[in-house]
């Protein structure tokens, strides 16, 4: 039987979706689902390909092959609508440096062509809740990487968009501020017809945050669902329930990798040098 959810229209679809840079294949054949009111991690290593799925969601790139749909438009024939749709923070920011917080805002607010005193009004609440106040009037470029960061969060939250894409979100951010985040994402999630979707290589990060996670390996999705869901599939060589760092190394055939690391490290502290 469908659930409610199976029933409404998914925010995110991307189906067997490949990407080749000259030889390199970033994505191999990725598909994923993301429905309103989730929080989607894509949870992988480096190099995995989760800049590049999400380049390819928020149209900044295009696939190989394979199929994207963010709100049923494709970003490849409607760019400056799904831009419209999308709140992003990129992996790295890429801001006006001689700009302050300030003014860069009000760029932001007249380019999307936002009422200014609703628009000023969230600015200034979040910009409170993230304590960038006293940075407000400073250029961009004197700023610390995790004050570029909240920059960065604050932009893409001004248009209120229907889905936030978020590239390893909680770079650079201290601990006060994550949480603050987190909580930005969760109440993002919960309205109607919302969801958000970030990539991390945090396993607490995900497992704390997201409602299902798509583990990616290699351009793929090797195992997706709920924590619950990816632990039931392993089990532990202690016999308890499974930690997400177990699953991670087991479904990405990491676990020799890392035991042969770990020999050869205790190898190299007990060898004696002199
Ligand atoms: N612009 C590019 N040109 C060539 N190779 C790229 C480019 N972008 C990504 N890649 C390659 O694609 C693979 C996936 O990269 P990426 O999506 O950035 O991984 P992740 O974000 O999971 O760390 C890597 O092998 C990376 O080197
Ligand atoms: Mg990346």
Redesign the pocket.
Same mark, same amino acid.
Do not use: L
């Given at each position: 039987m469908e659930s409610a959810a199976d029933m409404k229209a998914p925010v995110v679809e991307a189906k067997d979706v490949h990407k080749n840079f000259g030889t390199v294949q970033a994505l191999a054949g990725l598909s994923l689902k993301v429905m309103p009111g989730e929080i989607y991690g894509l949870l992988g290593p480096?190099g995995a390909g989760?800049?590049t799925m999400?380049k390819i969601i928020t149209g900044l790139s295009e696939q190989s092959s394979g199929e994207v749909r963010v709100l049923g438009l494709d970003p490849r024939e409607s760019p400056l609508e799904v831009k419209s749709k999308i709140g992003y923070v990129p !992996?790295t920011t890429m801001l006006y440096e001689s700009l302050s917080p300030r003014d860069f805002f009000e760029f932001v607010v007249s380019v999307r062509k936002l009422d200014k005193k609703t628009a000023n009004d969230r600015v200034s609440k979040l910009a409170t809740a993230f304590g960038l106040e006293e940075y407000y009037d400073s250029p961009i470029a004197t700023l610390s990487m995790g004050t570029k960061q909240k920059v960065t969060i604050i932009a893409s939250l001004i248009h209120e968009p229907p889905l936030l894409v978020l590239? !390893?979100p909680m770079n650079g951010l201290d601990a006060k501020s994550s949480r603050i985040f987190k909580d930005v994402i969760s109440l993002q999630s919960q309205r109607p017809g919302r969801a958000v979707v970030f990539?991390t290589h945090i396993m607490e990060v995900a497992e704390h945050l997201c409602t299902r996670i798509g583990i990616i390996y290699k351009g793929s999705i090797v195992a997706e669902g709920s924590m619950d869901q990816l632990r039931a599939g392993v089990t532990t060589s202690g016999g308890g329930q499974a930690t997400l760092e177990e699953v991670f190394l087991h479904l990405t055939h990491e676990e020799e990798e890392v035991a042969e690391t770990s020999r050869a490290l205790r190898e190299a502290f007990s060898t004696p040098t002199v």
């Open positions: 480096n989760k800049s999400i !992996e590239d !390893e990539s």
